[in-house]
């Protein structure tokens, strides 16, 4: 990926987030250190390690218990899905899970859906700043529906912001926003434009939350989809994991390097349904050249992630499901494709890779460990999905069948 395409566009589709901002709209240096810091503080918390790990899992089994309930009839995964893949960074923002059904947790996942819905990069406003000002001044487009999501989201992070000032304790670090306020308090006098800003972390807390938890969710539910539309490869799946993992423990991450078909699987899903397709907007900041064409600076840029995952020039029949191409020909060996870009290119691509690799890989063997998944009688999936920020299916159910 070219330096010249690092930026973000000027006026960012989240500016009307009133005095929030967020390093996933920031540049030059600004980015940087708001990049580097939050990478920094979540390695230091566990990210991508076994502290994480058991984190994860425990909030995997909270699912697993609530899924058993409905004992193989019927059920909407997504309504216990959303809220446990957001505990997974929510833990990290704030130190805490919360509750599936908590007031807070509700309203923070509601208000979170809402702004992203808005704030995809294939709005018309994001493309055409000016438009953003109509929508607010004249209340078009469930303004009054987004107003208030903004009003629940910040008020929510205002308190969590107050609570975490007033508790901080400089020699014990619980989380990100812990890590932030340090940071912010040792630089505010020494640095007057310093980018550790209350603002900031305003912005920051619900990007962080809102990228990673609503991408792993996305694949997670397309995994269980195509599973249950692909029996032959549900089975072989299982059959992976009884024979690696047995039926005394649950699935854990170090199992992914003996768990080459489920793998191969993961990746065909992410290629199938790339579940991000609209890549965020970029900015050119000098001029460059991509094959064979002018890119002047200043120019908004925009990179389908779908498209290169569909193209014949780089997979054989692109419009089917076929895990074996990320597999060599015996079958034993993982297969890497450079145009396998789910989580994009460059210096701006997803600084949360190593944490949703984890998750999905978590989610999908241990619910695939405890589970049989079938469609529920006489209904199936057509796989068509809604675009977004993310691509996630239509609604659907899913019968969750105990596996003995």
């Known amino acids: 990926m070219q330096r010249a395409f690092l930026g973000r566009p000027p006026n960012p589709p989240n500016h009307l987030l009133q005095d929030a901002t967020s390093f ?15 990478l920094h503080v979540m390695r230091d918390l566990g990210f991508g390690k076994t502290r994480m790990e058991v984190h994860i899992k425990e909030e995997v089994a909270h699912l697993l218990d609530e899924l058993e309930e409905f004992q193989g009839k019927p059920a909407n995964v997504r309504r216990y899905l959303a809220p446990s893949t957001s505990n997974n960074i929510s833990a990290l923002v704030f130190g805490r899970r919360l509750d ?15 702004l992203i819905r808005f704030f995809r990069p294939t709005s018309l406003h994001a493309w055409f700043p000016w438009l953003k000002t109509l929508l607010f001044k004249f209340k078009l487009f469930d303004y009054d529906k987004l107003q208030q999501a903004i009003e629940h989201l910040l008020k929510f992070i205002d308190k969590e912001i107050d609570e975490h000032e007033a508790s901080l304790d400089p020699n014990s670090i619980r989380d990100y926003m812990d890590g932030f306020l340090l940071q912010l308090k040792q630089r505010e006098y020494r640095e007057p434009n310093t980018s550790f800003t209350r603002a900031m972390l305003k912005g920051n807390a619900p990007s962080l939350i809102g990228a990673g938890s609503t991408t792993v969710r996305a694949t997670v539910e397309w995994t269980l989809l195509t599973m249950a539309a692909y029996q032959d490869v549900q089975k072989r799946i299982q059959a992976e994991i009884d024979e690696v993992v047995g039926r005394e423990r649950m699935p854990c991450w170090a199992d992914n390097t003996q768990l080459i078909y489920t793998q191969a699987v993961l990746m065909e899903v992410q290629r199938w349904k790339t579940v991000v397709p609209i890549n965020l907007l970029r900015y050119t900041t000098e001029d460059a050249v991509v094959g064979g064409y002018d890119v002047p600076e200043g120019m908004t840029v925009i990179a389908n992630l779908n498209a290169v995952h569909n193209d014949p020039e780089y997979w054989d029949e692109p419009h089917k499901f076929k ?14 494709h450079e145009s396998w870009i789910p989580f994009t290119l460059g210096k701006r691509a997803c600084p949360g890779e190593t944490l949703a690799n984890v998750e999905v890989f978590l989610y999908a063997t241990n619910i695939l460990h405890k589970f049989h998944i079938k469609f529920p009688e006489g209904k199936r999936h057509n796989f068509q999905g809604r675009v ?17």
Request: proline share 8%; with cysteine; glycine share 4%.
């Open 388 to 404: 977004g920020a993310t691509f996630e299916p239509l609604p659907y159910e899913l019968c969750m069948i105990p596996r003995i």
């Open 24 to 38: 996933s709209v920031s540049n030059g240096i600004v980015w940087q250190e708001q990049k580097r810091f939050a």
């Open 100 to 114: 599936y059904h908590d007031p807070m947790r509700i309203h923070l996942d509601t208000s979170i859906t809402e």
């Open 323 to 336: 895990p074996e191409r990320f597999l060599t020909d015996d079958g034993k060996e993982l297969v890497k």
